[in-house]
């Protein structure tokens, strides 16, 4: 965590411990080696850890540069080199808004203060996990992390067959199979005495 923000407590603290926890070095390690075989660069620092990870991306530019490398045409034109930190967090805001341009959504986004100030490292590597998936399904042919990305399998079927499937009565509604309740006692029986 940043050495300019006061140390959490309470409930907060119980949260950055349980983001702390979901951090995956080996994830970490996948990310590295991808980042390092698409961009061509060594990433600074080699140590492993959450720390050494966010301090190698926290300036943006690996970040910015990454992106560029996966699209066609460069979707980030210019990207700042000064160490100063708004130029910094300038520069992550343009590889997230690139990445929305690439096609990825919201939700599989982290935010500025997630990578600048370490705050939630694990969803940085859900990101990048995330571009590489969607690298692949516009093209990108180099290395890869995590999954494909299913492509879409139109059918097309006859009149015949969709009225055909009127008929059917899917087991999702239910279905007992000609069974009934004879013979079924639960508990005793009611006895009725006149």
Not at 3 to 29: F, P, V, W
Not at 56 to 85: F, H, W, Y
Request: with cysteine; charged share 25%; glycine share 8%.
């Amino acid at each position: 965590m940043s050495d300019t923000r006061a140390k959490k407590s309470g409930l907060s603290a119980d949260i950055q411990k349980k983001l702390e926890a979901k951090y995956n070095l080996e994830q970490e390690k996948q990310c590295r080696a991808w980042i390092e075989a698409v961009t061509g660069e060594e990433l600074e620092n080699q140590e492993v850890g959450m720390h050494s990870f966010q301090g190698c991306l926290k300036d943006g530019q690996v970040l910015c540069r990454l992106i560029n490398a996966l699209s066609d045409t460069p979707l980030i034109s210019k990207i700042n080199t000064q160490k100063m930190a708004f130029k910094q967090m300038e520069n992550i805001e343009k590889f997230l808004t690139a990445c929305k341009k690439f096609g990825l959504v919201d939700g599989d986004l982290f935010q500025t203060a997630d990578l600048y100030e370490c705050q939630n490292m694990s969803q940085v590597i859900v990101t990048l996990y995330q571009l590489s998936s969607v690298a692949q399904k516009h093209g990108y042919t180099g290395a890869t992390i995590g999954v494909k990305l299913s492509d879409k399998n139109a059918r097309q079927f006859t009149e015949e067959q969709l009225n055909d499937g009127k008929t059917v009565i899917g087991l999702q509604y239910g279905t007992n199979k000609g069974a009934s309740q004879a013979g079924m006692n639960i508990g005793k029986t009611r006895a009725i005495m006149d």
